[in-house]
């Protein structure tokens, strides 16, 4: 009995240091030198060198000149140590009141725009967390924003076109606006 004890705890050893910390270490250390800017969490970097956010991660805007993403369930808002979605479904009563009350904001923060309002800008990702919008959602924004910026809404469409991020490979997802790199462009070439 005790030799099989000794050969289940040695092996137990062995196991615990290559599964929780040879190969933990080595596909860290091989993604550091391939892969460093994802690996360190593909961080975005302001105009004055600060870290504004991370590309993976959606933030909240409030300010009329800037695109708005998708609401967040995650926390108290775009928490990334909290990643959940609301878990409400479709006969849920506080999600209708939810959903009622964006789409109120909404209309009432952008009068110019067209009707309907994107389903996405009223419903969180699965994650609460999601960086990214339609183009068409972003669109559906170019007058508020154009009016906020004192800018043609054209010029503001021209760079909504310029970030619009294409099918990854060609066929997988869809096309997409990473709406912190879209607002980072507006404030660099809109001031």
């Known amino acids: 009995m005790w030799k099989t004890l000794d050969v289940a705890a040695r092996l137990t050893a062995v196991t615990l240091v290559l599964t929780g910390l040879a190969y933990p270490l080595a596909i860290t250390g091989l993604a550091q030198a391939l892969f460093p800017r994802q690996a360190n969490g593909s961080l975005v970097v302001g105009e004055a060198g600060r870290t504004v956010g991370s590309a993976l991660i959606g933030q909240s ?81 170019v007058p508020r924003i154009a009016r906020a910026r004192s800018v043609a809404p054209a010029r503001v469409l021209a760079l909504l076109n310029a970030h619009t991020e294409g099918r990854q490979f060609g066929f997988l997802g869809e096309r997409r606006v990473n709406v912190l790199l879209l607002n980072l462009a507006l404030d660099r070439e809109l001031r």
């Not at 309907?116 to 068409?136: F, I, N, R």
């Open 61 to 141: 805007f409030h300010d009329p000149g800037y695109f708005q993403p998708r609401p967040s369930a995650a926390g108290s808002g775009y928490d990334a140590a909290n990643s959940s979605g609301s878990n409400l479904g479709p006969t849920s009563a506080k999600l209708r009141e939810r959903v009622k009350a964006d789409l109120a904001r909404l209309r009432n923060e952008n009068p110019e725009a067209s009707e309907p309002v994107p389903a996405e800008l009223v419903t969180a990702s699965a994650s609460g967390l999601d960086p990214h919008v339609s183009p068409e959602a972003a669109a559906w924004q």
